[in-house]
């Protein structure tokens, strides 16, 4: 099978391109630069940076499932006309470019890496994907505008489409929050951190069970036409995460009693308060539709991902 892969270069990109290389899949990629770190086996077209206009008339040539990666996850200049049309361009339109050329070109399936914050940014009940989606920031919401428009496309062409939404995602290099706390726990003379007080619940995903899944939804017929949701086993609080990190790379960590309202204020102060609510806030999905749709399970725990980027970074 003929695969076609954007966001190779990224956290998940480069766990996926080892995987879909150890399953024999025949697999060319999307790249706005050459690299030379590739195995020569991977077919790398060159397109500089992606605009929503884009010819991939070539790279879609005999190609039987597209996995779209690449995304814009920040903006960093806030001062921009809108946000939002950044994202857009990027997450919504580029996405939704080259899935009409697929469907154009006769490829059969194209699986679209989207975000359990299409469902919203925190909950008390676990998020399914029957849930009204409820978007709150420029992101999650251009990531909501290209599923609809990605659904709208395979009801008018033959394109099976496959939409992922994954938690927050772990492993060797994570970056966001997660990379933040592995960072922290590593340091030489740890800081005490205040998290001895939060008591919240998140679903997360190791990389190698996305990956894993990812890999499973390029062939399994269940998959076609699906919203899924993918998470490990287990919901944890902040607190036992980083407990589990510290174990992991055997550190001692220091915590202390601070009040969840009060680091969310001092947050909001410093800018960074969508970040400390994604930390201190409850998270959980129900994966158990794509579990049962797909007869999938996590292959790997957090304690035994966590052991892999301990024994890779040693």
């Known amino acids: 099978m003929k695969l076609l892969l954007t966001g190779a270069s990224g956290f998940i990109g480069t766990a996926l391109v080892k995987e879909l290389l150890n399953k024999n899949f025949e697999l060319s990629i999307i790249l706005r630069h050459k690299v030379d770190y590739l195995p020569s086996v991977i077919k790398q077209f060159i397109i ?16 039987n499932c597209v996995i779209h990666l690449a995304s814009k996850a920040h903006v960093i200049d806030k001062n921009k006309a809108s946000v939002l049309d950044e994202f857009r361009l990027i997450n919504t339109d580029l996405t939704l470019n080259l899935a009409r050329q697929a469907a154009t ?12 914050r299409v469902n919203g940014n925190q909950n008390t009940v676990p998020f399914l994907e029957s849930d009204t989606p409820n978007p709150k920031e420029s992101y999650a919401i251009s990531k909501h505008e290209a599923e609809q428009g990605l659904f709208e496309l395979a009801k008018e062409t033959d394109l099976e489409v ?8 772990y492993g060797a290099n994570a970056p966001g929050n997660f990379g933040r706390l592995m960072n922290w726990v590593n340091k030489k003379y740890p800081i005490p ?10 679903s997360l995903v190791a990389i190698d069970n996305l990956v894993d899944f990812i890999v499973t939804c390029v062939t399994h017929k269940n998959a076609a036409n699906e919203v899924l949701l993918v998470s490990d086993r287990e919901d944890l609080s ?15 960590i220091f915590l ?20 400390a609510i994604r930390l201190f806030s409850s998270l959980r999905i129900d994966s158990s539709k794509a579990k049962k749709l797909l007869d ?15 024994k890779a970074q040693k």
């Open 48 to 63: 500089g940076d992606f605009v929503n206009h884009t010819d991939y008339s070539n790279e879609l040539n005999n190609i």
């Open 105 to 116: 070109a006769g490829v059969k399936r194209f699986i679209f890496l989207s975000s359990i």
């Open 162 to 169: 496959v939409i992922i939404r994954p938690p927050l995602v």
């Open 193 to 202: 951190l205040p998290l001895s007080l939060v008591n919240n619940s998140r």
């Open 238 to 252: 902040t607190t036992q995460i980083l407990k589990k990190i510290a174990k992991a790379f055997n550190k001692k």
């Open 256 to 275: 202390l009693s601070v009040p969840v309202g009060l680091m969310i204020f001092v947050a909001g102060l410093l800018g960074r308060k969508s970040d």
């Open 296 to 310: 999938w399970d996590p292959k790997i725990t957090m304690d035994e991902q966590l052991s892999k980027i301990a």
